[in-house]
């Protein structure tokens, strides 16, 4: 079993539609929970971080995170065209030394058709 | 723009080559991150720089070296190219150490060995 398992999609929703993506994962040491988002032939680039169980809200975006079920979620309201890219969670566990390396899902490809 | 330079953006060699990829972090970073893209791993951590010293070590194999050098900017080598080493090569950059995932991505360097 991979430490965090996401379903790669692809996912297609009309333009105003509620997304939701999910990530699941099995180790306890993470600490750190964010979401990505990748556009073609970009780097990703951070979207939403958070440390604890619960909500965090930003703009169309909100982020859940459940640690007693080891699962996260985006949520993205009234979707647009330009929220079309790939979206990684991504979570990051002290690997020693101060480290914190970031463990990432394999992404899932989103489409918002106008 | 996440000020993060990677060059070459694309390189095409042959099996059994050598290619170095370099990076340049964001001014002020002192950590950089190599990662390698492929479609069907996803997103795999290879090694953490912080400041000149090498932090931590994820999947990078024994014929990929890196080093971070005094002004900052690191290098990958790559050797014994083979086939399954075509991929996409991030490098990130951050001002500590990680700890919350504000990872700043380049644009990659895409290898294609033939």
């Known amino acids: 079993q991979k430490e965090v398992e996401q379903d790669p999609g692809p996912l297609s929703v009309p333009e105003g539609a509620i997304v939701s993506l999910n990530c699941t994962y099995s180790?306890?040491?993470?600490?750190?929970f964010m979401w990505y988002r990748q556009y073609s032939r970009k780097g990703p680039e951070l979207l939403m971080y958070?440390?604890?169980?619960g909500n965090k809200e930003d703009g169309r975006f909100t982020a859940q995170v459940d640690k007693s079920s080891k699962y996260i979620s985006l949520f993205i309201r009234d979707s647009q065209p330009s929220d079309s890219a790939t979206y990684l969670c991504?979570?990051?566990?002290?690997?020693?030394?101060?480290?914190?390396?970031?463990?990432f899902g394999k992404g899932t490809k989103l489409s918002v058709i106008p | 723009d996440s000020g993060v330079t990677q060059t070459p953006k694309h390189l095409i060699t042959a099996t059994g080559q050598r290619v170095t990829l370099r990076c340049s972090p964001r001014?002020?970073?002192?950590?950089v991150y190599w990662y390698q893209q492929s479609l069907d791993q996803g997103l795999q951590f290879l090694i953490h720089?912080?400041?000149?010293?090498?932090?931590a070590k994820g999947n990078i194999l024994e014929r990929f070296s890196a080093q971070q050098f005094p002004d900052l900017h690191s290098e990958l080598n790559l050797s014994s190219l083979e086939l399954g080493d075509s991929a996409l090569y991030f490098c990130?950059?951050?001002?500590?150490?990680?700890?919350?995932?504000?990872?700043?991505f380049g644009e990659g360097s895409r290898l294609t060995v033939l």
């Open positions: 990130a950059s951050s001002v500590g150490q990680g700890a919350i995932g504000e990872l700043f």
């Open positions: 180790n306890s040491a993470f600490q750190y």
């Open positions: 958070t440390y604890s169980s």
């Open positions: 991504a979570m990051s566990a002290n690997s020693g030394a101060g480290s914190y390396q970031l463990t």
């Open positions: 001014s002020g970073d002192l950590s």
């Open positions: 720089y912080y400041n000149g010293e090498e932090r």
